[in-house]
């Protein structure tokens, strides 16, 4: 799925609906407080007893910010209290050890990442100490290909910080940038300097992290072709190994701080169309490929080789080249992907510092996937990472007969056929060029909950 999308405009614009980013399947929102612990345990018993175990990939939220950023959906805590950082760290290793009581010693992880909120919150000596809990407790690969990451506000740390992070171990970044225009920056209260965001990448790269990447949004308040295609300019020279390119989700009744935007600043569909063409146009000019939803990556980075090998995976962290591994997530609101089924810890902070207090493993809310919920899932995660489902490969993995099983979906993909967005072959279905930028649109006609009674997808951003 490596040819650069078409932009069908006219399409873009009829298909432009709320949708699920299919993080996951089935999506949060069918997570059910009826999944406990004891049920946690039974999931993460059956996964030590498959045949051969699989991997696993940790992920940590910490949620603390310091200033809010009027945009963000994320889960965090905003304060400028450091001192709040050390007892949360505190709870984190009491979880760590509590979730890695659940698991064989001998699994090995390959993937780490910490995200937030503001995972830089924490100093490095923290973020030191937290990966040193996690490696007291799991077994972690000494793969070259391990991945440690983390998510960074540039505003928050310096190039000397950077050195301390890899020392740590991690050898992955991912920036925050959103846009460098001073009146979109004042619009979103995030005020970042262009030249301490610069320092920072090449930090990363003196310091031998062996991927940088930086996140941009289209649709922000204020945004102006040219305003945008200035941040391109210092971004492509910059050369980040990867890109992402996010839509902003207007959400003011879901968001609080969204509310500080006013609506008549945010640019018009037709302008937010013409920004994200004017990204992908640029990007894939200077040579990066695209690799689906909002991800842009350089040919040999290996989030692209592993899309060109079959390899991409997709899950809670966006996408990742680290395929069947159980997911283990630490820290409020985090959510976990353990087998056949999903966990989340408590959104809110004081809940999940109870659950640790007590001590219990925090558990919310989630799920066990039925074996209707697995094959879509597969299916949908086939057509997000590669734009295709080979139905063969499906009847053989789930012992279904394609056609018979999907004949309602197959009816309403035809629907996209004859828009051009998929091609119906005898034994797949592929994402044409024109619906690359659709996959979500797509991925919904596999999605069985989407057609349930009283069913909404209001809940959910628009999928341009």
């Not at 937030?116 to 040193?132: C, D, E, K």
């Not at 902003?248 to 169309?273: C, G, M, T, V, W």
């Not at 099983?405 to 592929?430: C, H, K, M, N, S």
Request: net charge negative; hydrophobic share 40%.
């Amino acid at each position: 799925m490596s040819t650069a999308p078409t932009f069908p405009t006219e399409l873009l614009r009829r298909y432009d609906r709320p949708g699920p980013r299919y993080t996951s399947y089935p999506t949060a929102p069918q997570f059910s407080s009826d999944f406990d612990i004891a049920q946690l345990r039974d999931a993460a018993q059956a996964s030590n007893g498959d045949p051969i175990p699989s991997r696993l990939s940790l992920y940590v939220h910490v949620p603390f910010c310091t200033n809010p950023c009027f945009y963000c959906g994320c889960n965090r805590v905003i304060t400028r209290d450091r001192a709040r950082s050390e007892p949360y760290r505190t709870r984190l290793a009491r979880e760590i050890g509590m979730m890695a009581g659940l698991f064989d010693p001998d699994r090995e992880v390959v993937q780490l990442h910490f995200g937030g909120g503001t995972p830089n919150f924490f100093t490095p000596a923290q973020l030191r100490a937290t990966v040193q809990d996690l490696r007291d407790h799991f077994r972690f690969s000494d793969d070259i290909q391990r991945d440690i990451s983390i998510e960074l506000d540039p505003r928050e740390l310096t190039p000397d910080d950077i050195a301390e992070l890899a020392d740590a171990g991690f050898n992955r970044a991912s920036l925050g940038v959103q846009d460098f225009d001073p009146d979109v920056q004042r619009a979103v209260n995030r005020e970042q300097d262009v030249g301490a965001t610069l320092a920072i990448i090449d930090a990363c790269r003196t310091h031998g992290m062996r991927s940088v990447n930086v996140d941009l949004i289209y649709g922000l308040p204020l945004q102006t072709l040219d305003g945008f295609s200035r941040t391109l300019d210092i971004v492509i020279a910059a050369r980040p190994h990867r890109l992402a390119v996010y839509s902003y989700a207007h959400l003011p009744e879901l968001f609080k701080p969204q509310r500080q935007i006013r609506a008549e600043d945010l640019p018009s569909n037709e302008l937010k169309l013409d920004l994200l063409r004017l990204a992908i146009e640029r990007l894939t000019s200077a040579g990066y490929v695209y690799i689906g939803m909002d991800h842009f990556a350089l040919p040999d980075d290996e989030l692209a080789l592993a899309q060109a090998r079959g390899g991409l995976h997709r899950n809670f962290m966006g996408y990742t080249t680290h395929a069947d591994c159980d997911l283990i997530g630490f820290g409020v609101s985090a959510i976990s992907r353990i087998g056949d089924s999903y966990s989340q810890n408590p959104r809110d902070l004081p809940a999940w510092e109870e659950a640790i207090d007590a001590p219990r493993l925090p558990v919310w809310r989630g799920l066990r996937l039925s074996p209707d919920d697995q094959l879509r899932a597969d299916v949908i995660q086939r057509l997000m990472c590669q734009g295709e489902v080979s139905m063969g490969a499906i009847e053989r993995a789930h012992g279904i007969d394609f056609t018979h099983y999907f004949a309602d979906t197959l009816a309403r993909l035809q629907l996209l056929q004859d828009d051009g967005l998929v091609w119906i072959e005898p034994d797949r279905i592929v994402a044409t060029r024109e619906g690359r930028l659709l996959l979500r649109v797509i991925a919904m006609c596999f999605d069985a909950y989407l057609r349930q009674p009283h069913a909404t997808s209001a809940k959910y951003s628009r999928v341009v």
